[in-house]
């Protein structure tokens, strides 16, 4: 019963562990990305109740010709960004380097884009189908060092799982 996602507690790993398969449940039968990201982003906000969690996915630039960019998908979380060019930001470093990115603090990330002034860390995991970049994962906190190895870990098993159904 998807209501029992308010009651998932522990610790952190613990939570991970009893979200995935729900998850994995959630999106199971259903092939539209945008409907599987959109029930995710809402139930990993729910879970941890981290300040933005959302995708961004990458389609065809604005500017025709330009090759391609992240563009804002589902998310959960105050208003943001909508374009992010590859290679800017963590968002886009992630995509240029096909790898997660765990930001302890935004200050120290250079050229971290600040779509709210509010967010002190965050962690980008790329969503792959082999080793084509479809979009990233972005999960913001207002605390510092929110994220590690942990996070990176099941986050990457949430984007596995996510790629699994819907393309
Ligand atoms: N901070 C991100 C931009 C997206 S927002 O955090 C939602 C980045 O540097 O790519």
Known sequence: MW???T???GGKAARYEALLPQIRSLIAGETDMTANLANVAAAVKETFGFFWVGFYMVRPALEPG????LVLGPFQGPVACTRIGFG???CGSAWKSGRSI???DVEEFPGHIACSSLSRSEVVVPLKDGDNVLGVLDIDSTETGTFDEVDRKYLEMLCAIICEFGK
Do not use: F, L, P
């Open 66 to 69: 330009a090759g391609e960019e």
């Open 88 to 90: 800017r930001g963590v």
């Open 7 to 9: 009651d998932i507690q």
């Open 102 to 104: 765990v930001v302890e």
């Open 3 to 5: 209501n029992s996602i």
